[in-house]
């Protein structure tokens, strides 16, 4: 009940994060940067991330005709980009491009060593969500995962390829309430789990859009979404919430600059950014790199998913 | 393999002017960043997507593999003039190319490189354009367990460069291999020795560590010797023999083994994910070592030092297409930023890829032939420019040389964080040099930690603590072997 209160709280800010931006533009048109707009892109050089910060970048200048520059700032997954963005003096002209799961992983696990929290920023809006889904060779003797567990339970134990702690964590508590025990094979990237397990090396693995061509060509089947909502391509495959089990992950890609930033910037910069992620181009791009469509939050409903989402990396910490 | 019209078409959109132009654009930029100490091809693509966005997809990614292509061969510019690598891979370059322009030989030795880059590539192209399925089933076969199995045997066989002092090499090991622990574990995603500071939460950034190392400490030890005279950067010899500044054909025939040699271990493991042309570029160095008569000679400006590098690694980039057109899996940077490139034109990589865009896919061999032969053209005059770049004062060439090092860690790296970690490990690199520490079997040590530790864990979880479960894995076993046997006859060397 509560999951459905919050999701109705998002798309309800949405909503009103959609209506903010109708009345944006003429803001938009009085406000411009005193210099460069740099987007800084909280990961290296090729991937997801990178592709999307470079071609928002690209459409914006195009849009707006303001100078727009996409830079790398790599480590820890956005962590280092975002301390440097929430300690350094408001400039109207930084906007940190960031994953919301390394960033909550680390204000949960780490509060001291942190130098910022939610409230240090203020947040423009969001990209996309990653659609995580727990996919299997198409040959493995189970369909399902109730199937997938009394496997498991049968064979003493499975190795599950994965590229984030999260799905580890989302996998362990799956474990721990069904009495059964998984192995981890940890990756860098969503493209090495497919390898292991088209190589056979594994059965089982997560992925983030890079399975749906096998799910069609039959080497992959989905067993569950990792996501607190089903996929749009897979409505009849659970998640593991329907399965039972109280575990999700949801990765987003968002926007956010330093809450000192003068508000008329803030407001022209995230309605710059929504016409930008409305382009064809862009929405082609995050197709591609994600295998989902773009999803702008908006501001405040940007805050409030990661709000709600600290609360979940908390349950699943077990913090 | 798609129908032969479509293979037809596909040549045909490739042999374009337009095409040609930006494949030329392309080898050009890529031969000069990769010249450049510091930038290197990588940073040079990723800041270049952008400009492709309006270009066609394939004019766009024609473009991005010549910049990639002409990194290739311009990053042994600086390695074999001036001792200073940009990357670890032209490290293995250096250790011949600079003794023999230092000996006033640049320009044979530039041009070994370029020979051997261009007869790599083009050799690993054509393993991509015939046999890339089959071989990126091979690839996919090769799992964890198999992985680690061929950096153990990569280990050995670079064993073989320790030098003469074992202990000495022990360490140097040890230390990259300590350097390499740094970030997060890949196991459980715990954080080591990162100290507070995310930048290097992930660990060092490579691109810092072996730029300060091998370009920054070479040119602060070279700057301390300078005595007050205006100096070359380089001399040539002007020995009024013209064999001294070119390969001729029976010298280039000469190294056929080593060429061949270094092409298939280049190969096979761009073909492989994540293992990457460092690691080629040692091993075909060490096994052209291995096999020559007069290993002595190595070090000391062998132009077949230069031909087991250069080969090696140019032949890595050919064969990381190979999964990432097969299978969408990217083989390294280079390659992530080619799928970027896909992606911005809206492609997705992988197994539907012939299907769905065979006629796109022939265009891009087409076009990286045609960047083959581009580059060996550019690069004939190339060298020849940077020989005179380098021959000005070297008041002029070192300051604007780590003003550029700086620039492209900055931008690698994620700004003055980077730039700090390369001038941390510059001063290493000085102190190692000074103390008769190889930097090399350091950074070498560097590059494999991560992937030897990250395929020790995988391959841990899948034995799940039965170690009987290894003679499941044949391929993995015979690696092993054949690394104690590589072992064993380095040692039976060093010995004598």
């Known amino acids: ?319 | 393999m798609p129908e032969l019209s479509i293979i037809l078409a596909g040549l045909s959109d490739a042999f374009t002017i337009t095409n040609l132009f930006f494949v030329f654009l392309g080898v050009l930029l890529g031969q000069f960043v990769g010249a450049v100490p510091g930038i290197g091809p990588v940073m040079a693509m990723a800041i270049a997507i952008p400009f492709t966005f309006g270009l066609d997809a394939l004019v766009a990614i024609g473009f991005l593999m010549g910049v990639n292509k002409g990194g290739l061969v311009g990053g042994a510019i600086p390695a074999i003039l001036m001792n200073t690598p940009g990357t670890p891979d032209a490290a293995a370059t250096a250790l011949d190319g600079y003794p023999l322009a230092k000996q006033g030989r640049p320009l044979k030795a530039t041009k070994m490189a370029l020979y051997s880059s261009v007869t790599g590539d083009t050799f690993s192209d054509i393993v991509l354009i015939t046999v890339s399925a089959p071989m990126a089933i091979l690839a996919l076969k090769m799992g964890p367990v198999e992985v680690l199995g061929l950096i153990i045997l990569a280990f050995c066989v670079i064993s073989g460069l320790i030098g003469n002092s074992i202990t000495k090499g022990i360490i140097a090991a040890a230390l990259g291999m300590l350097a390499a622990t740094v970030g997060t574990d890949p196991q459980h995603a715990t954080p080591r020795f990162y100290f507070g500071y995310f930048e290097i939460y992930d660990g060092l950034p490579l691109a810092a560590v072996a730029i300060g190392m091998l370009a920054i400490s070479e040119i602060l030890r070279r700057m301390a010797e300078n005595t007050g005279v205006m100096r070359k950067g380089i001399e040539v010899c002007d020995t009024g023999n013209p064999a001294d500044q070119r390969i001729s054909w029976p010298e280039y025939w000469s190294c056929r083994f080593t060429l061949v040699r270094g092409t298939i271990i280049g190969t096979i493991l761009g073909a492989l994910p994540g293992i990457g042309s460092t690691a080629a570029a040692f091993m075909s160095y060490a096994g052209a070592r291995q096999a020559s008569k007069h290993p002595e000679t190595f070090g000391k400006g062998n132009i077949q030092g230069i031909a087991a590098s250069e080969s090696a690694n140019s032949a890595v980039m050919g064969a990381n297409l190979i999964p990432l057109l097969t299978l969408g899996i990217p083989g390294s940077v280079g390659a992530a930023l080619i799928i970027s490139a896909f992606m911005i034109h809206g492609i997705q990589p992988g197994p539907l890829m012939f299907e769905k865009q065979g006629q796109l896919i022939y265009g891009l061999f087409g076009a990286m032939v045609m960047a083959n032969v581009l580059n060996l053209i550019v690069g004939q005059v190339g060298m020849r420019f940077w020989i005179k770049v380098v021959s000005a004062p070297e008041s002029v060439i070192f300051p604007s040389a780590i003003l550029l090092c700086f620039v492209g860690v900055s931008l690698a790296s994620g700004g003055i964080s980077g730039i700090v970690i390369m001038l941390i490990f510059a001063v290493l690199g000085l102190v190692m040099n000074a103390l008769g520490f190889s930097v090399v079997i350091f950074i070498i040590a560097f590059f494999l930690g991560p992937r030897l530790e990250e395929s020790l864990s995988q391959t841990l979880a899948l034995l799940n603590g039965n170690p009987w479960a290894l003679l499941n894995y044949p391929i993995a076993l015979a690696l092993v072997v054949l690394a104690a046997v590589v072992l064993f006859s380095t040692q039976r060397k060093r010995g004598r």
């Not at chain 1, 960033?103 to 995580?132: C, H």
């Not at chain 1, 590229?163 to 799956?174: G, R, S």
């Not at chain 1, 998984?182 to 059965?203: D, M, N, V, W, Y």
């Not at chain 1, 197709?287 to 989402?309: F, H, I, Y």
Request: glycine share 10%; no cysteine; net charge negative.
């Open chain 1, 1 to 319: 009940m509560i999951q459905k209160r919050k999701f109705f709280k998002t798309i309800a800010g949405a909503l009103a994060g959609i209506a903010m931006f109708g009345a944006a533009p003429v803001l938009a048109e009085d406000w411009k940067p005193s210099g460069p707009l740099v987007i800084e892109i909280g990961f290296g050089a090729g991937g997801s991330t990178d592709v999307i910060g470079r071609i928002v970048a690209n459409t914006i200048k195009e849009q707006t005709g303001w100078n727009v520059i996409a830079e790398n700032k790599p480590g820890g997954g956005g962590m280092a980009m975002f301390t440097a963005i929430a300690n350094k003096p408001a400039d109207n002209l930084t906007v940190g491009l960031g994953v919301n799961m390394p960033v909550m992983i680390n204000l949960v696990n780490r509060p001291d060593e942190v130098k910022f929290n939610l409230d240090s920023f203020a947040y423009l809006g969001t990209a996309a969500g990653a659609q995580v889904a727990l996919v299997a060779r198409g040959d493995a003797p189970f369909d399902d995962l109730e199937g997938m567990i009394a496997y498991t339970k049968a064979q003493g134990g499975l190795a599950i390829a994965s590229d984030a702690k999260p799905q580890v964590l989302t996998m362990q508590q799956v474990a721990a309430q069904a009495g059964t025990e998984f192995q981890f094979l940890s990756t860098k990237s969503s493209a090495e789990i497919i390898k292991l397990l088209l190589g056979g090396q594994a059965l089982v693995g997560f992925a983030t859009g890079t399975h749906l061509e096998y799910l069609e060509s039959g080497e992959l089947k989905m067993i569950a979404s990792a996501n607190r909502t089903r996929h749009g391509y897979a409505p009849d495959t659970p998640t593991l919430i329907d399965e039972g089990y109280d575990v999700y992950v949801d990765p987003w890609f968002y926007f956010a600059m330093s809450a000192d930033t003068d508000p008329e910037a803030q407001t022209a910069i995230a309605a710059a950014l929504a016409k930008a992620l409305a382009t064809d181009d862009v929405k082609s791009a995050v197709r591609n790199a994600l295998s989902v469509e773009v999803v702008n939050l908006g501001p405040e409903p940007t805050k409030q998913m990661l709000v709600d989402g600290i609360e979940n990396v908390k349950i699943l910490f077990g913090k």
